[in-house]
């Protein structure tokens, strides 16, 4: 049947001719399926501690070979997988078993990543195919996608399962962003609940990232439940960006761990009750009070910011004591400690990097997808975390209470 406007042309026909014929990777292919062979070939003489046309002594014998089809980013090619069985000490028999090309294995690892990258995007099975269906000549149908969506679901589920009381968390981070996805065939918006732990040894780790409606204390609650019915030990210190349902969530569960509130949210909170015309002169006053060298000259500074404030503008002032103290719990660490302590910034990078991976989708297909994106992202080691400033001293533990000098 010939092509017309109204009849899409096969993936596979689109840029088919001798004007796109690549000599190399024509080249590159023809060779692949001999590279694999030899691996093959070596893995074996390895297992039976001689080469094929060697002599002497035999821990097993080889017969015949077996054809595998396998799909890697070379393409679909077919290969010769030699057959063996090797002796056991007791003189039984047992077939071999290749650790490269394992025995069900159809495809290489990097494809399943790619063809669930895209999945995981916000495509679906159908697009999937279409898109990948000319650089892997056909052989990518929707029982490959599906199939490699299967596994990286039960590997999600695992995750999501897997028991957290050998994790040596000193702190966490906790913050949610919102994101749209298709619930009922309408966009929606809601809120991933993530939350990051810190190792004592400084290592940043994603804990949990869950799909909620909003982020409301019983939201919170659930998630922070989650995490302690699978064994995680109460941390040292917290951090979060200042929402009240959080705050509540915390303070029933671990009403005497430190809450440190992002010093950020609280910036961007201050400029919201002041004109803009006074956006920077309070900027400066601010970051002059956080950011000072020691305890006494930030509480030296936080008196005159209020005192100040009170008369340009109160609503300012009584923004900054709504914080309270919570707003200077970094205080109570180290000072080596106070940079990566004063704010969810460790969290808010991810978020960022995630909006970024997904801003050509709209809408994303699912909830569970959007919390799998996110956590595939990590897993995938396409996004890295490193060690928060300061973690030399994590093993000192924070004060009992706030110094003396912000306290007053």
Not at 204 to 213: A, F, I, P, Q, T
Not at 227 to 238: A, E, H, I, S
Not at 362 to 391: C, H, N, Y
């Amino acid at each position: 049947m010939k092509t017309n406007s109204t009849t899409p042309a096969a993936a596979g026909d689109v840029f088919a001719g001798d004007a796109w014929f690549d000599p190399i990777e024509a080249g590159i292919r023809g060779r692949i399926r001999g590279f694999i062979e030899t691996m093959l070939e070596e893995e074996l003489a390895a297992a039976l501690g001689r080469g094929r046309y060697e002599r002497g002594d035999t821990k097993g014998h080889r017969h015949g070979k077996r054809e595998r089809q396998l799909l890697g980013s070379f393409g679909p090619i077919t290969v010769e997988v030699p057959r063996a069985r090797l002796t056991e000490a007791d003189g039984s028999t047992r077939e071999w078993r290749s650790q490269v090309l394992p025995r069900y294995g159809r495809m290489t690892r990097q494809v399943e990543a790619l063809i669930a990258s895209a999945y995981l995007s916000g495509t679906n099975t159908r697009r999937v195919k279409r898109a990948l269906g000319a650089l892997f000549k056909g052989a990518v149908g929707k029982d490959v996608v599906s199939r490699t969506w299967r596994r990286v679901k039960t590997d999600w589920e695992a995750w999501g399962r897997r028991s957290l009381a050998d994790e040596d968390i000193v702190r966490l981070v906790l913050d949610g962003t919102v994101v749209r996805v298709r619930l009922d065939r309408k966009a929606t918006s809601i809120s991933l609940l993530v939350v990051l732990g810190v190792r004592s040894d400084g290592q940043k780790v994603l804990l949990s990232v869950r799909n909620m409606g909003g982020e409301s204390e019983a939201a919170w609650r659930g998630v922070l439940d989650d995490l302690v019915g699978r064994g995680l030990k109460t941390p040292q210190f917290l951090i979060i960006d200042g929402a009240g349902g959080l705050e509540r969530a915390l303070a029933a569960l671990w009403p005497a761990v430190p809450t440190q509130r992002c010093t950020v949210h609280k910036h961007r909170n201050l400029l919201g009750h002041a004109p803009d015309a006074m956006h920077e002169e309070l900027s400066a006053d601010y970051n002059d009070m956080i950011y000072a060298d020691n305890v006494s000259e930030i509480e030296k500074r936080r008196r005159a910011f209020l005192r100040k404030w009170r008369l340009k503008c109160p609503a300012v002032a009584g923004s900054l004591e709504e914080a309270g103290d919570r707003l200077f719990a970094f205080t109570r660490l180290p000072t080596s400690q106070w940079k990566s302590a004063r704010t969810t910034n460790a969290i808010e990078r991810l978020h960022e990097e995630f909006k970024r991976r997904i801003k050509t989708q709209t809408v994303l297909p699912s909830a569970e997808t959007a919390a799998m994106l996110f956590w595939a992202l990590l897993a995938a080691g396409q996004i890295t975390m490193r060690k928060v400033d300061g973690w030399q001293s994590l093993a000192e533990k924070p004060s009992a209470q706030i110094p003396v000098d912000l306290a007053a």
